[in-house]
Every structure is written in C-alpha cells, then in structure tokens.
C-alpha cells in the first residue's frame, strides 16, 4: 500500500478541474479534492473525477459531533471515494463513529486519515488559542496514537514527523504528507518543505502536492518528476 503522489486539485471550478485533468493521457493521478473544489460543485464533482479514472483522496476534515461525523462519512462513503479525513481533536470516540458510519455493508470502506495538528498551527498558536502546553510534536504523536487507537489507517501529517509517527504507530500506519516542493522550486507560503525524494527516504507512504504541478508550465512533467523522485 502507498508510495504514490497525489496531486491537490485546488482549484475553484469543475471546468478549470477538468481542463487540468485532460492533460493527462497516460497514467490518471490519485487526485485530492478538497472544501474549495467540493464546496464549489458539491458531490457530483466527486463522481465525474472518479468516473474519469481516478483514485480520489476527499480532503473536508471532518469535525464535529460523533453522531453528526458518522452520518456524515456514511454519505462520503457512498461516493466511492479511496481516502477522506477528519480532526484527530474531534476525540476517539468521534473517530470510531467515523469508521462505523464510513463502513459499507459489505465491510469495505475508503482508507480513514486524521488530521494532526495543522501546519498554519504553531507551538505559540497552540499554547495561546487552544491552551495546549505540551511541546507540538509530542502532541502530534498523542494524536496519531490515538487515530491509530480509534483504529484510523494513517495521519495527515509534515513528511519530517514521518519516520517518528512510523516509530509510534507502526509502519503500516500511513503518513500522508503535504508541504513537498522541488529543490529549485518556488516554496509559496508552505513552511517546512521537504523534497519529495527527501520525503521518501524520511518514509512518507502519499504526498500531497498542490501548486508545484498544478502551476507548472508543464503539469505532466512535473507530476512525472514528482514520481520519478518519490515513488521511483
Ligand atoms: O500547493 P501545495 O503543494 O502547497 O498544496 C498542498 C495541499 O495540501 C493543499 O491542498 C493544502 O490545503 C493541503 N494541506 C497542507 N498542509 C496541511 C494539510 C493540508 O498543505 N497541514
């Protein structure tokens, strides 16, 4: 399972989507949809890019109430996606409401990925609006214990917290892993970027990569590097 790139299709359109799309004519990218393009289109969007081939990541970071999220990822599940995602915070119990309501009668379900902490959160962000004290990484590592616990199949998480989420959670819980750049790409406002083949060797199983592909002169090639360098 993993090693695989998927490209965040960030955009604000199912046109603007679909024109990016079309110019892949061999191999389909595992594709992130998240709240801009589905909030844009709403679930047919999500159809449409499957029923083009592709494998889908659902990025809407659930949150709210146990009861709420199950239902809700009981509709998610019905669109056949591969991966979606909820907060972490929003505690064990909501996760495990999660994987009931994400559960088909026939026992299969898309992979279930927690988010962590946010990469805009920072240790002075947490301590003040969230009185969270704890150093952030062993709070992220509280988090994917728990997800793991919850029995939820990986983490959204900064590909250099990879290796030590593996060395808590095992190496078949996944890492999914946003803030990857080119090393003699533009960095935009991501932070703590890392290269995909760095990413790879830190143990990232998916990264998440936005805007070095979807604004590149040339998308194609810059998912094939993507690839080649992750993934080859
Ligand atoms: O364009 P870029 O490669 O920065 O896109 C990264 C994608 O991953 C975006 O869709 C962004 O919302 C998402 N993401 C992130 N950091 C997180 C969680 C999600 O960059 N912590």
Do not use: W
């Amino acid at each position: 399972m993993g090693k695989d790139v998927i490209v965040a299709c960030d955009f604000d359109s199912a046109e603007k989507t679909f024109a990016f799309l079309d110019r892949f004519t061999g191999r389909k990218p595992f594709v992130k949809i998240g709240m801009e393009l589905y909030y844009a289109e709403g679930p047919s969007i999500v159809r449409a890019v499957k029923e083009r081939g592709h494998r889908i990541f659902l990025d809407l970071k659930l949150h709210d109430i146990p009861n709420t999220v199950k239902k809700a990822m009981a509709v998610l599940s019905g669109l056949d996606v591969d991966m979606c995602n909820l907060h972490a915070a929003g505690t064990r119990e909501m996760m495990e409401a999660a994987l009931e309501g994400l559960t088909r009668p026939d026992g299969s379900r898309p992979l279930l990925i927690a988010v962590t902490q946010l990469t805009s959160t920072d240790q002075a962000r947490m301590e003040r609006d969230l009185l969270i004290r704890e150093p952030i990484a062993e709070v992220v590592l509280h988090y994917a214990q728990t997800a793991r616990d919850a029995g939820l199949d990986g983490v959204v998480c900064s590909p250099m917290e990879a290796d030590r989420v593996h060395a808590a959670c095992g190496r078949s819980f996944l890492t999914v892993t946003p803030g990857v750049r080119f090393a003699d790409g533009d960095r935009g406002d991501q932070r703590r970027v890392t290269t995909p083949a760095e990413a790879k060797r830190i143990g990232s199983d998916y990264i998440v990569v936005g805007r070095p592909i979807t604004a590149a002169p040339d998308p194609v090639a810059a998912y094939e590097r993507c690839v080649r360098e992750f993934a080859g």
